[in-house]
């Protein structure tokens, strides 16, 4: 992966050419534990369309660690914005501990809807192939109910990872929004969605970008 700008946030990743990064999970795991035991913070998963499935990163990254914990939607196949997004805001609220988002496709524009209405405190946030909410010529069509994505700069550190094949959304639009935010954009090469449909089930370079993204919070 590369990265393709410079967070206003953070001061990530100096020089970065495009790269294989490997981290197996148990050094992932302990990384993350010393992490965390500073930082104190919750990571919530925030899956997209049809849920994540025992094979997606996410609920791989679930599994193994400690302070996870998921959005749990009603209905998975049929979203509706403002379901999804009461959930959302639920379980930002109900934390009591700071909250890193790690939020997938649809997951992405469920969290930034839900940030202007959240009361406790959002440390960062880690987003993964954002869906193009915007076009009409992207399927399925439930994506279109959850645009246009808010533009006003994000309220904490965040990054963008973003694929150049992905079905679901143009790497222009990920990286148009990115900037609306503020986010550090990462470009993920030939990815596709970056879920376990497309080989990333076990994840070593989200798994080492993610581990960086939260030391890096604790700068």
């Given at each position: 992966m590369a990265v393709a700008n410079r967070d206003r946030h953070l001061g990530l990743y100096r020089k970065c050419n495009p790269c294989r990064l490997r981290l197996d999970f148990g050094s992932f795991r302990r990384q993350i534990a010393a992490i965390m035991k500073v930082s104190e913070a919750h990571i919530?998963?925030?899956?997209g369309y049809t849920n994540?499935?025992?094979?997606?990163?996410?609920?791989?990254?679930?599994?193994?660690?400690s302070t996870a914990r998921r959005v749990v939607q009603a209905e998975w196949s049929k979203p509706v914005r403002e379901d999804w997004v009461a959930r959302m805001i639920e379980e930002v609220n109900a934390a009591t501990k700071p909250v890193v988002i790690v939020a997938h496709s649809l997951g992405i524009a469920t969290a930034v809807h839900a940030i202007p209405h959240c009361k406790k405190k959002i440390a960062g946030g880690f987003l993964v192939a954002p869906p193009d909410v915007a076009n009409p010529n992207v399927r399925p069509k439930h994506l279109m109910t959850?645009?246009?994505?808010?533009?006003?700069?994000?309220?904490?550190?965040?990054?963008?990872?973003?694929?150049?094949?992905?079905?679901?959304?143009s790497y222009e639009q990920a990286g148009d929004i990115a900037n609306a935010w503020g986010s550090l954009l990462i470009d993920a090469g030939e990815a596709g969605h970056i879920n376990a449909e497309s080989g990333h089930g076990p994840w070593p370079e989200g798994t080492m970008v993610f581990a960086q993204f939260l030391t890096r919070l604790q700068a």
């Open positions: 919530l998963i925030v899956p994540s499935g025992p094979d997606h990163w996410q609920s791989r990254w679930e599994r193994k660690l959850f645009g246009p994505y808010p533009r006003d700069p994000l309220p904490f550190p965040s990054l963008v990872i973003a694929s150049r094949n992905d079905p679901f959304g």
